[in-house]
Nanobody, 119 residues
Framework: QVQLVESGGGLAQPGESLRLSCTAS??????????MGWYRQAPGKQRELVAV???????DYGEEVKGRFTISRDNAKKTVYLQMNNLKPEDTAIYYC???????????WGQGTQVTVMS
């Protein structure tokens, strides 16, 4: 079974940066064929897409984070990253890592990591 584990969350002040990591296991040699993404959910709000990166490297971002966040991946390490710059209080949420195998239909989720932005 595929497992995704997030790390790197924590407390940051407005304007600071955090880097989230999501490491996969159970993927064998197929990690490069996974579409990977980051989602977040804040209290009282629906879960929303933050960023996605395809197996070929194409990236897409939610409108609220464009220009501030960058998603990347290291297939050798089976890890996807989310570099978050110029953090705002509105970025406070639980951030979840998602993986989807392009040759199948299953979707996998990590346990989430808390990001809190406040003075």
């Amino acid at each position: 079974q595929v497992q995704l584990v997030e790390s790197g969350g924590g407390l940051a002040q407005p304007g600071e940066s955090l880097r989230l990591s999501c490491t996969a296991s159970g993927t064998g040699n197929y990690f490069s064929m996974f579409v990977m993404g980051w989602y977040r959910q804040a209290p009282g709000k629906q879960r929303e897409l933050v960023a996605v990166i395809l197996s070929g490297g194409i990236r897409d971002y939610g409108e609220e984070v464009k220009g501030r966040f960058t998603i990347s991946r290291d297939n050798a390490k089976k890890t996807v990253y989310l570099q978050m710059n110029n953090l705002k209080p509105e970025d406070t949420a639980i951030y979840y890592c998602q993986g989807r195998y392009t040759k199948g239909a299953d979707v996998y989720w990590g346990q989430g990591t808390q990001v809190t932005v406040m003075s």
